[in-house]
């Protein structure tokens, strides 16, 4: 995928940097990415539709609107496929998806939109639900072999506690799992209902944080295996991604966005390994925690 | 032909309701002669925040203007920021929309509650000259706006000026 320095992108749409970041507050577009220095790179797919949408705009509104539109063509394509059950074609939607723009996207975007479309047209109990949903499954498991070695100091440990794996908040665990990896954590996915030497498993890789992810397994069993791993390595951040908040104080406080990248870019900045750091997105797991859980 | 400032090309042609004007769709002001010439992409140097437009004399905005432009299937597609308040939207919600989620007739009996849309959609399609017609926001009663409509570009359009 083609990215483009700030600069670049804004000399390709004849606009300052400033009227750049101007445009992703007011229009959240072009959306750019960060590099790990946290510098901002675009996609040139997505300035290259907004230029050409502007030649003809009357706004940048509408310019927006017509540049996302372009984009969105792969949405259909992969329906079209999913929805005539042609696996390899959609494996080549999703391989032209993310030549135009990173992988996170492409999955935002294009993977998730569509099986959202799927769950919509037939249901998540029909089998076409199911033949879209391991397609899915396994196509975010290869683009995780693919992910390069860990970069950072930090591994997150995710507690899944979804019931099937394809349900439709599966594939969006999968997907968060994948973009926690592809930003260079370390990421130990275990099943809240295998409780039997967790902690062992857990302490081996000395998490940073913990991610109870999913709701198709009851608080009671995921308070016990959150237990567990927090008597196995002690306080630190936990957070809940795709699992419904009940009220508790400490659980409505650490619940991160439903959008994988968003989310994943939360449990980051959680887990960073600052002494006392304390987000919107984790709170500290405690004893407290653990029994609030309980 | 155009005597627009930064000498826009002008895709809709000899205007017959005077020279042509260069206007932002958003913050109405025109593009500042001494500046360099705006760029292919024509985003408005003061605000960045909208794109140059055209219209005649007769009938472009002033910069505090509230004003729409709206294509040939009568979608709003672009909201002037003036137009913002007045109407309690914002642009980036509004476009794509129909202009009659917006404005209605203010006189339905006098007007037709066609005229309104077949002004836009005579202007969207290159109409020239400067109509007006009284208006109002939908759902709001006792606020009425004389709105004067004309053609505006350089893609074919039309533009729809509040006048308080
Ligand atoms: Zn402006």
Redesign the pocket.
Known sequence: MRTLKTREAAAMLSVSPNTLRAWERRFNYPRPQRTPGQHRVYVHAEVAALRDALQAGLSISSAVSRAREALSGDTSVLVGALSSYELDRADAAMEAAIALRSVERGVEEVLLPSLEEIAARWGTDSASWALSARWADGWLRWAHKLAPAPTRPMTIVIGDATADPLEPEAIAVRAFELFCVRSGARVLTLPVRRLVDVGEVVTAFGPQAIVLAGEGVGDTEVARWAYQVRLAVGPMPVMLYRRATDGDGVRSTSALPDAPYDAHRQALSAAEPAPERRTAAGGRFTRETARSLA | MSASIHGLPSRFGDHDAGELRDF??????APDPSSAPVGATRV???????LVLQASEAVAPSPEDPFLVVDNRMAICALSSAAEKLLGVDETAAVNRHLGEFLMPADANANGSGSLIELVLGAAAGDGGVERVRVRPLGVFGVRFSARIGRCGPTPSAIVVLER
């Open positions: 932002c769709g958003h913050c109405g002001q408005c140097q003061h605000c960045d925040l909208g």
